[in-house]
């Protein structure tokens, strides 16, 4: 069993920036892929961005080149640093772990105002 624990959220204005982090109870090197999701009242659950324990990562349209995901497989943490964020951008962030089980975090809040 895998526990992730988010933090970093917070309430910034549009334009600002914000770095998650997920603190992972196992090492990760052995977790196939370490992942951001967001859910948005009222919307869907959708991925943001994935790291593999190759390094290749994938991003949604929406936040290419303003968010980027990496892993500190030292530190068994992987991070997401959102730059130029937008209003639409609110939601709630959950890491999510992917190997022979998939696991959740319990989500960090991030609120950006316009």
């Known amino acids: 069993q895998v526990q992730l624990v988010e933090s970093g959220g917070g309430l910034v204005q549009a334009g600002g920036s914000l770095r998650l982090s997920c603190a992972a109870s196992?090492?990760?090197?052995?977790?196939?892929?370490l992942g951001w999701y967001r859910q948005a009242p009222g919307k869907q659950r959708e991925l943001v961005a994935f790291?593999?324990?190759?390094?290749?990562?994938n991003y949604a349209d929406s936040v290419k080149d303003r968010f980027t995901i990496s892993r500190d497989n030292a530190k068994n943490t992987v991070y997401l640093q959102m730059v130029r964020l937008k209003p639409e951008d609110t939601a709630i962030y959950y890491c999510?772990?992917?190997?022979?089980?998939?696991?959740w975090g319990r989500g960090t809040q991030v609120t950006v105002s316009s």
């Open positions: 790291i593999t324990t190759g390094g290749t990562t």
């Open positions: 999510n772990a992917k190997s022979l089980n998939e696991y």
């Open positions: 196992e090492n990760i090197k052995f977790i196939n892929v």
